[in-house]
């Protein structure tokens, strides 16, 4: 008999990859979408449309797993994230399935070390770092009441579908042979190919009961410098761009005029302070992690933004 895994926001870049991940592993998928959104749900899944923290805990019936790729623009990070979260922790809880929640590095603040493990201590500099800090709390706080869940912590995303620095800001303008990185060219930054973290995603799952009730693993993903970064664009797309740097300095002036500036001020530390994300714990936990190597990862995520490689 299949497992069922009902995935929140089905519709995203990472609920997608995801469903389709799942689904190719066997798994019986519930791809959870907004009313009227059912196209955007993975093919061969089965589409639930809905609206409210009730009916996610009613979608979730019979499912062992439940997956809140849910993720607020950054414009409403404020007004959504905690609900967004609290409709994964209710759904899981309720049903006795295991939570997988998708971790990012804002939690770590703007004195994080270079190296970032599960045993990193947590001291966010940024509003929305403090409010991901207190998701991951409430979610270890369901688990002490009886749920299990698994965070998976990586860096931005890139690879199937659009919405992330790769393709908002460093890749915005290639069609015009510019590529704007957000920092300095020789300082380490951690992406994630969306197709591998979802495949890692199911590899956890798999094994979720060999876990204690909540864990956490880092999913290590593409550790590179801009510089390393821009020199695979240049030599997949076969010319050498004219690479500009963001103006920080203007986002956080001029750019706190608009509600996008006012949000994405936040972000600078994270371009300027050089970290990536330990693994080790995830290698011993599912054996060899997924890693797609750069120069395709990045080929493949440009073809799917329609440039051509």
Same mark, same amino acid.
């Given at each position: 008999?299949?497992?069922?895994?009902?995935?929140?926001?089905?519709?995203?870049?990472?609920?997608?990859?995801?469903?389709?991940?799942?689904?190719?592993?066997?798994?019986?998928?519930?791809?959870?979408?907004?009313?009227?959104?059912?196209?955007?749900?993975?093919?061969?899944?089965?589409?639930?449309?809905?609206?409210?923290?009730?009916?996610?805990?009613?979608?979730?019936?019979?499912?062992?797993?439940?997956?809140?790729?849910?993720?607020?623009?950054?414009?409403?990070?404020?007004?959504?994230?905690?609900?967004?979260?609290?409709?994964?922790?209710?759904?899981? $809880?309720? %049903?006795?399935? =295991?939570?997988?929640? *998708?971790?990012? +590095?804002?939690?770590?603040?703007?004195?994080? &070390?270079? #190296?970032?493990?599960?045993?990193?201590?947590?001291?966010?500099?940024?509003?929305?770092?403090?409010?991901?800090?207190?998701?991951?709390?409430?979610?270890?706080?369901?688990?002490?009441?009886?749920?299990?869940?698994?965070?998976?912590?990586?860096?931005?995303?890139?690879?199937?579908?659009?919405?992330?620095?790769?393709?908002?800001?460093?890749?915005?303008?290639? $069609?015009? %042979?510019?590529? =704007?990185?957000?920092? *300095?060219?020789? +300082?380490?930054?951690?992406?994630?190919?969306? &197709?591998? #973290?979802?495949?890692?995603?199911?590899?956890?799952?798999?094994?979720?009961?060999?876990?204690?009730?909540?864990?956490?693993?880092?999913?290590?993903?593409?550790?590179?410098?801009?510089?390393?970064?821009?020199?695979?664009?240049?030599?997949?797309?076969?010319?050498?761009?004219?690479?500009?740097?963001?103006?920080?300095?203007?986002?956080?002036?001029?750019?706190?005029?608009?509600?996008?500036?006012?949000?994405?001020?936040?972000?600078?530390?994270?371009?300027?302070?050089?970290?990536?994300?330990?693994?080790?714990?995830?290698?011993?936990?599912?054996?060899?992690?997924?890693?797609?190597?750069?120069?395709?990862?990045?080929?493949?995520?440009?073809?799917?933004?329609?440039?051509?490689?």
């Amino acid at each position: 008999m299949k497992e069922s895994i009902l995935i929140m926001g089905a519709g995203g870049r990472l609920g997608y990859a995801a469903g389709e991940a799942f689904r190719d592993a066997g798994w019986h998928v519930k791809s959870l979408v907004r009313p009227g959104k059912a196209a955007w749900a993975p093919p061969k899944t089965e589409v639930v449309e809905v609206v409210t923290r009730d009916s996610a805990v009613e979608a979730a019936r019979g499912c062992a797993v439940v997956l809140n790729a849910l993720n607020p623009a950054i414009t409403m990070w404020r007004r959504d994230a905690m609900s967004h979260a609290y409709a994964g922790i209710a759904a899981a $809880e309720a %049903n006795g399935a =295991t939570l997988l929640y *998708p971790g990012n +590095v804002w939690n770590f603040g703007q004195g994080m &070390p270079e #190296l970032l493990d599960e045993n990193t201590p947590m001291h966010p500099t940024m509003e929305k770092g403090r409010m991901r800090a207190e998701i991951e709390q409430r979610i270890k706080e369901a688990c002490d009441r009886g749920m299990r869940a698994i965070v998976l912590r990586s860096g931005d995303f890139f690879g199937s579908g659009r919405g992330s620095w790769f393709d908002l800001v460093v890749v915005k303008e290639l $069609e015009r %042979n510019r590529i =704007t990185y957000p920092g *300095p060219d020789d +300082v380490i930054h951690p992406w994630a190919y969306v &197709p591998d #973290l979802a495949e890692t995603a199911v590899l956890l799952a798999k094994k979720r009961d060999d876990f204690s009730s909540f864990e956490t693993f880092g999913f290590p993903g593409h550790a590179i410098t801009g510089r390393e970064l821009i020199r695979t664009i240049e030599a997949i797309t076969g010319n050498a761009a004219n690479v500009r740097h963001m103006s920080w300095w203007m986002l956080k002036t001029v750019g706190r005029l608009t509600a996008v500036g006012r949000d994405l001020a936040d972000f600078e530390y994270l371009w300027t302070v050089p970290h990536r994300i330990d693994g080790s714990k995830l290698e011993a936990a599912i054996g060899k992690i997924p890693h797609t190597p750069l120069n395709r990862a990045v080929s493949t995520t440009l073809r799917g933004l329609g440039f051509r490689t």
